[in-house]
């Protein structure tokens, strides 16, 4: 049978880490992405509602 190499404890998890690393960098980067579109998603909803209530305020004046 032929030897399998043995990797140390600190190896293999520098392997693993370095291997999630981009992963996770770009996971945290949709992450932000998402809810900044949610936010703008709010902001405008919140416009919008704003500017009815503004023109409805305006016709009764």
């Avoid at 998890?13 to 998402?34: C, F, I, Q, V, Y």
């Amino acid at each position: 049978m032929a030897e399998t190499p043995k990797l140390s404890v600190e190896k293999a998890l520098k392997k693993l880490r370095a291997a999630d690393a981009p992963k996770s960098k770009n996971a945290g980067l949709s992450e932000k992405t998402e809810a900044l579109e949610d936010e703008i998603k709010r902001m405008r909803a919140q416009r919008l509602r704003l500017d009815r209530h503004q023109r409805r305020s305006a016709k009764s004046d």
